[in-house]
Antibody, heavy 120, light 109 residues
Framework: QVQLVQSGAEVKKPGASVKVSCKASGYTFTSYYMHWVRQAPGQGLEWMGIINPSGGSTSYAQKLQGRVTMTRDTSTSTVYMELSSLRSEDTAVYYC?????????????WGQGTLVTVSS | QSALTQPASVSGSPGQSITISCTGTSSDVGGYNYVSWYQQHPGKAPKLMIYDVSNRPSGVSNRFSGSKSGNTASLTISGLQAEDEADYYCSSYTSWSWVFGGGTKLTVL
């Protein structure tokens, strides 16, 4: 079955960077785009960006442009999301979510989430 | 890109039907038939319930249905059950980016 397994929780200081991984299995990795979505404590979902695992092309949310970088390693079927210049407002659970079918459609399935805490 | 507008909360009794609205603009909800809905239980990852406005993924109960009129999409849950109590989020495609609604807390009385 399709499965997305993310890396473990992180604690970072303001100004640092964090890199979260998402390992895919159960399907052809390069055939489906992957999204990253975050959720601050008690808040709603926020779309961060999307990566094409085949060619590596990306599209990022305007709000995060310049701070977020999404990459992939096809040899291990893993996508990565790196966020730099961290501030307290970046404290959130970060999810990877595969495109379910057509690129513009729903996100399915989702990873289990990775809690990133930014604190001095 | 502004978030889509959802009611903060809705409630209903077991067996009843409820509808959650999701209002956007002609640039997102009104411009594309790519609205999706997600269910999220506390401490869990979101789960896709409806995609492309009105399609249900395999395994999702037919008590869940979606529709759209103009710039507003809707999720209807019929025959409410206790397990439906959760947060619900809508999302729409909008020209190589995606936007979510603020979320709606469904309480089953």
């Amino acid at each position: 079955q399709v499965q997305l397994v993310q890396s473990g929780a992180e604690v970072k200081k303001p100004g640092a960077s964090v890199k979260v991984s998402c390992k895919a299995s159960g399907y052809t990795f390069t055939s489906y785009y992957m999204h990253w979505v975050r959720q601050a404590p008690g808040q709603g979902l926020e779309w961060m960006g999307i990566i094409n695992p085949s060619g590596g092309s990306t599209s990022y949310a305007q709000k995060l442009q310049g701070r977020v970088t999404m990459t992939r390693d096809t040899s291990t079927s893993t996508v990565y999301m790196e966020l730099s210049s961290l501030r307290s407002e970046d404290t959130a659970v970060y999810y990877c979510a595969r495109v379910g079918g057509v690129i513009m459609g729903g996100f399915d399935p989702w990873g289990q989430g990775t809690l990133v805490t930014v604190s001095s | 890109q502004s978030a889509l507008t959802q009611p903060a909360s809705v409630s209903g009794s077991p067996g009843q039907s409820i509808t959650i609205s999701c209002t956007g603009t002609s640039s997102d909800v009104g411009g594309y038939n790519y609205v999706s809905w997600y269910q999220q239980h506390p401490g869990k990852a979101p789960k896709l319930m409806i995609y492309d406005v009105s399609n249900r993924p395999s395994g999702v109960s037919n008590r869940f249905s979606g529709s759209k009129s103009g710039n507003t999409a809707s999720l209807t849950i019929s025959g409410l059950q206790a397990e439906d109590e959760a947060d619900y989020y809508c999302s729409s495609y909008t020209s190589w980016s995606w936007v979510f609604g603020g979320g709606t807390k469904l309480t089953v009385l």
